[in-house]
């Protein structure tokens, strides 16, 4: 199975329409078209683990929080991507979602918050 993404609110749309251009054959959903919109942190990373999608954010205050949350509670997350900081180059953090997708390793970001780019 390869690595699906899933953008939140907080991320800059321009990073996930960046990543689609240069790789087209990621799966990366919006926010949008998630309809995240009025949902709290922890329904989005339930949502996102329902669908085994790694959750990409900005939100680094909130979002590991919720994270530790959700595992304490018993539950499971593909994992979160912090993209930090938000004015991080949009190419350096879509070559590096690029790489992590490339890589492939099934499980490897589960119930992690990771910084990006590296």
């Known amino acids: 199975m390869s690595i699906r993404f899933q953008a939140d609110n907080d991320l800059n749309r321009v990073i996930v329409d960046a990543t689609l251009r240069r790789e087209p054959r990621i799966d ?11 949902l709290d942190d922890a329904a989005v990373l339930r949502f996102a683990a329902s669908q085994s999608r790694i959750l990409v954010s900005h939100d680094k205050r909130t979002m590991p929080k919720a994270l530790s949350s959700l595992v304490a509670s018993g539950g499971t997350s593909a994992g979160v991507l912090l993209v930090i900081p938000q004015s991080a180059p949009i190419m350096e953090v879509v070559e590096t979602l690029i790489l992590i997708w490339a890589d492939d390793r099934e499980g490897e970001w589960q119930n992690l918050v990771v910084k990006i780019p590296f």
């Open 28 to 38: 990366f959903q919006s926010a949008q078209a998630a309809r995240l919109d009025e």
